[in-house]
């Protein structure tokens, strides 16, 4: 696979986190889910940063 075409698809599971993040941030009843699917948000975003920089 092409490292574009990763980063790509890195992108658009980063969307569809940060959307399930603001979704989960009024619809949860803890707080704690809210943090979790952030988190994840924020590491896919980062591993598609590095992929950008890296090659």
């Known amino acids: 696979m092409n490292i ?3 980063r790509s ?3 658009i599971v ?5 959307i399930v993040s603001v ?3 009024f619809v949860a009843e803890d707080f704690i889910t809210f ?3 952030c988190a994840a948000a924020i590491f896919v975003k980062l ?5 950008r920089f890296m090659f």
Do not use: H, K, M
């Open 4 to 6: 574009d075409s990763i």
């Open 9 to 11: 698809i890195l992108n």
């Open 14 to 18: 980063f969307i569809v986190l940060a």
């Open 23 to 25: 979704i989960t941030y």
């Open 35 to 37: 943090v979790y699917v």
């Open 47 to 51: 591993v598609e940063f590095f992929l």
